[in-house]
T-cell receptor, first 113, second 109 residues
Framework: DAEITQSPRHKITETGRQVTLACHQT?????MFWYRQDLGHGLRLIHYSYGVQDTNKGEVSDGYSVSRSNTEDLPLTLESAASSQTSVYFCASSESPGGSEQYFGPGTRLTVT | GENVEQHPSTLSVQEGDSAVIKCTYS??????FPWYKQELGKRPQLIID?????GEKKDQRIAVTLNKTAKHFSLHITETQPEDSAVYFC????????FGAGTTVTVRA
């Protein structure tokens, strides 16, 4: 069965370190998204990609970057982790950019100390 | 960009009663409105969606209504059961999804 996975599931890091969160999907979807989830804010879009070599900024992109070298993967990098980036991060993919179901990964809980 | 507001933020209902969650959106060009359910510690999952050319859609105990003129849409859950306890998110999309802040629904036995 097709799936979307994230790793690691839990991560503790120190302020200032670079961190990369992995996202891998086997749906063969062109569209992939990264969200962060914080209490009271719902799901906020960080970055998204509509295909290989395409990346776009979302509403809360400062301090984050992504790259898309193949269809299956969209890693999220925190260039210099800050305590404000402590959150739960979800990756998602979909068949169409905004008009179809998004399939979410299991999430990564990141703590920045 | 799109702004989605969701109310209430918390909702407690007696088992068997109905639950209603309301959302408003700002971009009149939005044309896709999904609802996601997230159980504690789990990933969000789509439970129902509606497109702008439809006014109402039902799937067993859940239904969604859309009023394009007023730019609001609602989720209705009838005959609530304990397994309906979760956080529910509405979203609106023209090209990408914008989510509401979520509603925590608790069904009291």
């Amino acid at each position: 069965d097709a799936e979307i996975t994230q790793s690691p599931r839990h991560k503790i890091t120190e302020t200032g370190r670079q961190v990369t969160l992995a996202c891998h999907q086997t749906w063969n979807h062109n569209n992939m998204f990264w969200y962060r989830q914080d209490l009271g804010h719902g799901l906020r879009l960080i970055h998204y990609s509509y295909g290989v070599q395409d990346t776009n900024k979302g509403e809360v992109s400062d301090g984050y970057s992504v790259s898309r070298s193949n269809t299956e993967d969209l890693p999220l990098t925190l260039e210099s982790a800050a305590s404000s980036q402590t959150s739960v991060y979800f990756c998602a993919s979909s068949e169409s950019p905004g008009g179809s179901e998004q399939y979410f990964g299991p999430g990564t809980r990141l703590t920045v100390t | 960009g799109e702004n989605v507001e969701q109310h209430p933020s918390t909702l407690s209902v007696q088992e068997g009663d109905s639950a209603v969650i309301k959302c408003t959106y700002s971009d009149s060009a939005s044309n896709y409105f999904p609802w996601y359910k997230q159980e504690l510690g789990k990933r969000p999952q789509l439970i129902i969606d509606i497109r702008s050319n439809v006014g109402e859609k039902k799937d067993q105990r859940i239904a969604v209504t859309l009023n394009k003129t007023a730019k609001h849409f609602s989720l209705h859950i009838t005959e609530t059961q304990p397994e309906d306890s979760a956080v529910y998110f509405c979203a609106a999309s023209r090209a990408k999804l914008s989510f509401g802040a979520g509603t925590t629904v608790t069904v009291r036995a």
